[in-house]
């Protein structure tokens, strides 16, 4: 099927008027709300439990390390702008989400990354996110883990390209990203910040991005080409899809980017009718989405 045909497939299911309110955005989304003040204050509880000696370190770093995948959540749906419809509003709290997995990132600069590879999904030298698909093995971990190192590189290979005031922000944010691991490793915490945030933060990372983008993308397929063809969908049940934020309807999510996490089921049962299921790849947990 062509992409114009594709398209004309994906307009008219945003077009279905059942679904008319689903796409709007609301003032504030409260199940995304609901992360971001569950992560910042577990990973308060946590860290000051472990320093107070009432936790030990394996189990500090498993809880840090999930409440550091999920802290993801808001600042993607800010990126979005389908966290909050005041915008200043949303991207403060995108910013204010991303201080545990990308320390001195803001939701803008995020932004321009992530709608890149939405737009250039699959595309081998202009999507950022392409290396956490197509790289050898130890590579690839590495790329999930520094996923910070593989962005920053791919800003500056467009540096020229991008406008002032971002490029300030940038190198504010960079700034404050060295001065937090320069002051962290440098204090008489430093083992505890390595216990407490680091490793957890890489673990994080690595699993975000596994369940977030490698298990979801057809390496070689371009969204540009094949807009449904290049994103799959995770066969879970709802407790797993839950614990996805919705990503197992990641499909969803490329059609419609500024669709609300918690709302792609509601989406997902009207497209299932209208989409062939020849174009709809499968995959599971547990392994890189195939080609039919």
Not at 210 to 216: C, G, P
Not at 228 to 253: C, E, K, P, W
Not at 261 to 267: G, H, I, L, S, T
Request: glycine letters at 6%.
């Amino acid at each position: 099927m062509e992409a114009t045909a594709q398209r004309k497939i994906i307009h008219a299911i945003r077009k279905t008027p059942e679904l008319q309110d689903v796409f709007q955005v609301p003032l504030l989304a409260l199940p995304t709300f609901l992360i971001l003040i569950l992560t910042l204050t577990g990973f308060a509880i946590s860290t000051s439990f472990y320093l107070a000696g009432e936790l030990n370190v394996m189990p500090l770093m498993l809880i840090n390390s999930a409440i550091i995948f999920f802290s993801f959540t808001p600042l993607h749906e800010a990126t979005h702008r389908s966290f909050s419809r005041v915008m200043w509003l949303n991207d403060l709290l995108g910013t204010l989400s991303a201080q545990l997995i990308l320390p001195g990132f803001n939701t803008s600069l995020y932004r321009f990354l992530h709608i890149t590879h939405h737009q250039r999904t699959g595309e081998s030298q202009s999507d950022p996110d392409e290396r956490f698909i197509s790289a050898p093995l130890f590579n690839r971990v590495l790329n999930w883990a520094f996923l910070d190192v593989l962005w920053t590189r791919y800003y500056l290979s467009v540096w020229s390209e991008r406008p002032q005031g971002e490029r300030v922000r940038f190198c504010a944010g960079l700034f404050f990203y060295i001065s937090v691991f320069v002051v962290g490793f440098s204090s008489s915490y430093a083992l505890e910040f390595l216990c407490a945030f680091v490793v957890p933060m890489f673990l994080g990372r690595i699993i975000l991005v596994y369940l977030f983008a490698y298990i979801h993308h057809v390496q070689g397929v371009e969204q540009r080409s094949d807009p449904i063809g290049a994103t799959g969908m995770i066969d879970t049940h709802a407790v797993n899809r839950f614990l996805l934020l919705g990503q197992s309807r990641h499909l969803i999510h490329h059609l419609y980017p500024g669709l609300p996490w918690y709302r792609y089921d509601q989406v997902w049962d009207i497209a299932r009718k209208e989409i062939p299921a020849s174009k709809i790849k499968w995959g599971g947990l547990l392994g890189r989405m195939s080609t039919n």
